[in-house]
């Protein structure tokens, strides 16, 4: 009994080992491959688009493959740290604008300055998007594609509440919350605009409505602002706002519970998010979901939007920046950007811009500051914390403020 | 025993060495070869990597050129002066007590549980701690979090149900202690099964005739329990205690999940997270290797205690 | 007066059965409920209109077969190799008198103190020097390295827990003192093993972290790193198919226990039976 025992662990050893070692030579002998970095947004949103921009490659460039691999927004800095150690990395990656800074400071990617010209639309990119894949005069990333925010919201308790329109501002946005509160009251719960506690690209955008800003530079070193009296002023326009609007809790934020989650289950009149937030909503509402941009609170404007995107790069660690830079083409060209914007998002270049609520929130945006630790202040959870404090009531908006602040101050001036 | 003590005689009278007695004695250097040379092989550069960039100063930068700056101790006084560093090892150290003691105490009774019940109960047990046993962390996460979801969690939901108070859309990672205590279940929720099935199969070394005998002289259960069963048992206690403590200490997956990356912040840093937001989200990689050898000290400190008794348990006579 | 209490034990059972499997309850629950229960305010017990579409939807996610064959290659191969590495290296440790024998119980456990976290990128630069990087030999090395450590500790200990004259009856046979550990040691330590191995299988499955930075190919990850990509994107996460596809995880280690649980001695120990 013990032989056949020993016998069969010995015989899946071999077969296992076999088929691990296997899949190594088969990757030694390909030779001619283009791996490219895209986030799980391409493969569930718009694959099609990412095959049409391979068929397309390989029609010009006969021999090489297209190798995609998609990556999770929770890891993928680290697989791209190890990369950069070892090797082994992608030849065009996909970097959320708020991540390029960082990387392009550290040297992470190829000079494209060269090439620039020669990329689909290059004189028309979008500014805000553009601004992100410069350092230092250099250009190192390509736009892909943006996203603003808009109010989604169901037409159904607006017509309830007796609300006829979208809101031209602030205030009155304010005074239709309390009707908006009445018409949902019979949900347990009801937020008339649910809003995470801690979602820092909604709270932000009221700052820099009311003129203050979050970091600025002086004299070659960076100065939180949010303790400004402009900044100030906007902070607490929010957590008016908030208190009156949402019943979320002030810990919670913007990915847990996803708002339209909530929308589906019919705890919200309204959500704030990206334009693709319809998709998502529940069938249940359907027939009466529509969207409008969020006002300032200076009536007939715009409140700014977060523009969040992504850029492609080219990883310094590839060997094939010419091909590299290829694809990137082919996946940024007129149509594929187009494909992008059919499918609700905002395209690269002012060109291409259509009239969408998306596209037109984006008329009036906000971005964050183009410093190399950015995202450490992100990562560090600095605003989010600062948001809680405020909501729970634990600090005034001065305090917290002022301690956040001082907190982005020093992290944003390290070496 | 008569081969081992004859051994013992015999090279204390110091014969000349045979051949049979070298190759005797060679075994064990034999038997260990394949594992040292595994081991070796795979961590020896990792390990020393690790340690000399400790000594590094080692950013991204310096990761894309492959070339750190020599910088001394500094990273280690940095991260000893920061005061995040010496809250976050308190909050570990608790973490970590609470954590062990839990697991092991309910972990040892549920082995003691397992002996007294019927064999079917026993199968029924054993097969639901290895389903949970089995359960990804990554999923055990999701679940968790779903069950303690503000707006349409069970736990919520059953506690309000259950006239335990109103718990409608009570924010269960509202505060540190809550979130900690989450995550403490969690972990304890897992580590049970493992523990329990452990002991109970180092339960099951214990010769029956034993027991029964302290029984019939009539000692209560108590006593035999500790004077009978546990040192059978202690070896197996003792691995346990310190492996628990180890993982527990270490423990990331988990807590960085299950609060979720958007609510992490110093104030309820562990250990563990905080090595892989110094080391890796904010890619100073010196400075978390640095917090990495400091870690390991910290844990060879704490399960000292088990590893000498561990050291001794095993001499051979 | 151990069977008279017999049925109050059992109820405890019963109800830290309840307990414990609470959460796995509500995961298979979940997969089976339709839609609109699972995202509904007020939760329900047991879905009413119960479905297989999530599991469908699950299994038909690309890449699950092959991921689920890469996981097994990995795990079976890490299993049956620490298990035979480890238990030569942990009758070394417990049985024998050497030199170096306290060093290498420190070095045991000192590796197994490291923080696992810190050596992800030292390991990564090394694996990707012998092309260990995006195939499963190199992970199976990772795991290997990590499994070995914990595997010859926990094994030591049972082989420390065998009763001394169990072993002196076999050498009294006559046997030599390799032979006695084959005949008479390995079914005493049969236990030991199958904990251990369990350990090894259910840790290697699950395992996150390494195999997510080591494989980049979705036709070579693991299926704890497919099912990550359920929940990681941004747009709409399928929480009933995603309980599907955990539900579909968790039964090889649960599989794998049945295999070889009938090898803990359940009741009396085999070596009462032989004294």
Known sequence: MRLRVVAAATLAVLLGVAAATASAAGQRAAAGKLTVWLQVDAQSGWPDLVAAANQQFQQDHPGTTVDVQYQNWGDHLQKFDAAL???????????????????????????????????????????????????????????????????????????????????????????DLQRLAKAGSGTKGFSPVYIAGTDWYFAMAFVYDYGGSIAYTHAHKWVGNLDSKNSIAGLTAFKNFWRAASKATPTSDENNPAPYTVFSQGGAGSIIGPGWFSCCTGAKYKGVTAQFVMPSHTPGQAMPGFLGGSDLAVPITSKQTALAAD???????????????????????????????????????????????????????????????????????????SSASDNITSVLNQP | MAVSAETTRAWSRRRPLSRARVVRASVPYWLLLPVVVVLGAILGYPIYSLVRLSFQHYQLFE???????????????????????????????????????????????????????????????????????????????????????????????????????????????????????????????????FVAITLYAALSQVPNELIEAAEIDGARSLRVFFDVTVPIIRPVLLILTSLSILWDFGVFTQPYLLIGQPHIH???????????????VKTDFGRGAAISILMLAMVAVMSVAYVRRMLKVGDVE | MRHAHRSLWNTLAL??????????????????????????????????????????????????????KNSLIIVC???????????????????????????????????????????????????????????????????????????????RGFI??????????????????????????????????VATSIFAFITSWNEYIFARILLNDQARQTVTVWLSFFSGTQRQTDYAALMAASTLTAIPPFVFFLIVQRRIAFGLTAGAVRG
Not at chain 1, 117 to 130: Q, V
Not at chain 1, 345 to 350: D, G, L, R, V, W
Not at chain 2, 149 to 158: C, E, S, T
Not at chain 3, 147 to 153: H, K, M, Y
């Open chain 1, 327 to 401: 694809w990137i083409k082919d996946f940024t060209s007129t149509s594929s950007e187009k494909g992008l914007q059919a499918k609700g998002n905002i395209p690269n270049a002012t060109s291409l811009l259509g009239n969408s609520v998306n596209e037109r929130a984006a008329s009036r945006s906000w971005f964050v500051p183009a410093a190399k630790h950015w995202v450490d202040v992100e990562n560090g959870n600095i605003l989010r914390n600062m948001l809680a404090q405020i909501l729970k009531g634990k600090l005034t908006v001065a305090q917290a403020a």
């Open chain 2, 266 to 280: 110093p104030g309820n840093y562990l250990m563990g997270i905080y090595l892989f937001e110094e080391g890796y």
């Open chain 2, 63 to 193: 990761l894309i050129r492959h070339k750190g700056q020599y910088i001394g101790l500094k990273n280690f006084g940095s991260v000893l002066h920061d005061p995040v560093f010496w809250h976050t090892a308190l909050r570990t150290v608790i973490f970590t007590i609470a954590n062990v003691g839990l697991t092991i105490g309910i972990g040892m009774l549920l082995a003691l549980l397992f002996v007294r019940i019927s064999t079917w109960v026993r199968v029924l047990l054993t097969a639901g701690l290895v389903l949970v046993w089995a359960m990804p962390p990554v999923v055990a996460v999701q679940i968790f979090n779903w069950m303690t979801n503000p707006q349409n969690g069970v736990l919520n939901y059953a506690l309000t149900q259950a006239h335990f108070g109103d718990y409608f859309q009570h924010d269960w990672m509202g505060s540190t202690l809550s979130q900690l205590g989450l995550v403490t279940a969690l972990i304890v929720w897992g580590a049970l099964p």
């Open chain 1, 85 to 175: 150690a070892g090797g082994g990395g992608p030849d065009v990656i996909e970097m959320g604008n708020t991540e390029m800074t960082k990387y392009m400071a550290a040297g992470a990617f190829a000079d494209l300055t060269s090439l620039k010209s020669t990329f689909p639309n290059s004189s028309n990119w979008l500014a805000g998007l553009a601004k992100s894949g410069n350092y230092g005069g250099k250009t190192f990333g390509v736009p892909y594609y943006a996203g603003s925010r808009v109010v989604t919201y169901r037409t159904d308790v607006w017509k309830k509440a007796g609300i006829k329109g979208a809101p031209t501002s602030l205030g009155q946005f304010t005074t």
């Open chain 3, 77 to 155: 191969v890490t299993v049956v190799i620490s298990l035979a590495l480890s238990f030569l290296a942990a009758v070394a440790l417990a049985k024998y008198r050497f030199t170096g024998r306290k060093a290498m119980i420190l070095l045991i456990i000192g590796i197994q103190m490291l923080p696992g976290a810190g050596l992800i990128i030292p390991l990564y630069v090394v694996l990707a020097k012998y092309h260990q990087v995006n195939v499963l030999s190199g992970v199976i090395i990772t795991y290997l390295t990590f499994a070995l450590p914990f595997c010859v500790w926990t094994l």
């Open chain 3, 15 to 68: 109800a830290i059965f309840v307990v414990m499997v609470f959460p796995i309850f509500w995961m298979v629950s979940t997969a089976f409920k339709r839609e609109d229960e699972v995202t509904s305010l007020t939760p329900t017990w047991l879905p009413l209109h119960p479905t297989i579409q999530h599991f469908r939807d699950a299994i038909h996610h690309p890449f699950f077969w092959q991921d689920v």
């Open chain 3, 160 to 193: 420390l827990g065998i009763p001394k004259d169990l072993e002196e009856a076999a050498m009294v046979d006559g046997s030599t003192r390799v032979g006695a550990f084959v005949k008479i040691l390995l079914p005493l330590v049969a236990p030991g093993l």
